[in-house]
């Protein structure tokens, strides 16, 4: 039975990627942060197959542990402190966790296939944000990354730690550049959950409006569940690479709160959306598509949920949230 570790495993490609690999016959463990967790009755609620194991991505010795304790054949580090906007607020433990984690997770992983003399293969979380200050339309794993967040820097470093590791010691480390990828299970602090969690509130008579930041801002948005798959792909290739994730489309946050009243029957939400300067980033990114065609040709890869079934998909499951907490039909 093949066996996997993922770090992130209560975030929402970690809780996809479980399902994907149990799925397929895994034997799967996924470490978590700290005894008393307050995500880990979710965790084993939607994938209860999963074993747990306890650890922190900036504590070697307990990576170590759970490696021991796991023997991976596939090594998934999703952990990261994610929320972009955060790591303007706390740039030193995004970097120690998005960024130096990296490092730590490499770094186990050698010496753990040097003890035990087993391979394990190793896959990076990179992302996106890396790019920045994009410097050409649409982006691709040639692309200058040019981050502007403390977040993006941090998935810059790790990024590079990985290819330095692979090229280093001959490992099987492979990152994917994943553009935006959303779910019902994204959390409710990006910017794709709280459109959907609000729109479903506002048509339920529970919410008045919405403040947001940049609508014309620009992602290119995909389904975290297809994008799962894409990792899984890397790690199944005879040689380690980088891999753009995307759909290849780019919409603004006006087409998202489009899309969201739509599926409501809302036709016109310009009086129920307002602007706030503190929900605008220091620097932004305003123009991120993705180029795939590698991971098309060499992965077989392609997304199979379109942007309005994605958001769709959030507001239903958003609405059903909402009406079970508050006993309506």
């Not at 490092?103 to 920045?132: D, P």
């Not at 975290?224 to 603004?252: F, K, P, R």
């Amino acid at each position: 039975m093949t066996r996997a570790l993922i770090t992130g495993i209560t975030g929402q490609d970690g809780l996809y990627l479980a399902e994907l690999l149990l799925s397929k016959g895994y034997e799967v463990y996924g470490l978590m942060r700290g005894q008393n967790n307050p995500k880990r009755a979710l965790l084993e609620q939607v994938v209860p197959g999963v074993k747990i194991l306890t650890g922190d991505l900036t504590d070697l010795s307990s990576l170590m542990r759970a490696l021991r304790a796991s023997d991976p054949d596939e090594f998934y580090n999703l952990g990261a402190i994610s929320f972009v906007a955060y790591s303007w607020e706390n740039a030193h433990l995004t970097t120690e966790v998005t960024g130096t984690g990296v490092l730590n997770a490499l770094e186990a992983v050698r010496l753990h296939m040097g003890a035990s003399g087993k391979q394990v293969r190793f896959y990076q979380a990179s992302s996106s944000e890396m790019f920045g200050k994009v410097q050409a339309v649409p982006q691709n794993e040639d692309t200058l990354l040019w981050p502007r967040s403390p977040y993006g820097v941090a998935k810059v470093y790790g990024h590079y730690m990985t290819i330095n590791y692979r090229e280093s010691y001959g490992m099987h480390a492979s990152s994917g550049v994943l553009f935006n990828h959303e779910s019902p299970r994204r959390g409710p602090e990006f910017v794709t959950r709280k459109v959907s969690q609000a729109v479903a509130r506002i048509s339920l008579g529970l919410q008045e409006g919405i403040v947001l930041g940049n609508l014309d801002a620009k992602r290119d948005w995909g389904f975290a569940g297809d994008y799962v798959e894409a990792m899984w792909l890397m790690l199944q290739q005879d040689e380690a690479d980088d891999y753009v994730i995307s759909t290849g489309e780019t919409h603004t946050i006006g087409a998202l709160l489009d899309a969201a009243f739509a599926a409501v029957g809302i036709d016109d939400w310009s009086g129920l959306v307002t602007q706030d300067p503190q929900f605008m980033r220091p620097a932004e990114v305003d123009l991120l598509v993705g180029d795939s065609t590698k991971a098309r040709e060499k992965l077989g890869w392609a997304p199979k949920v379109g942007f309005q079934e994605l958001v769709s998909m959030m507001v239903e499951s958003d609405l059903a949230e909402q009406k079970a907490l508050h006993g309506l039909s």
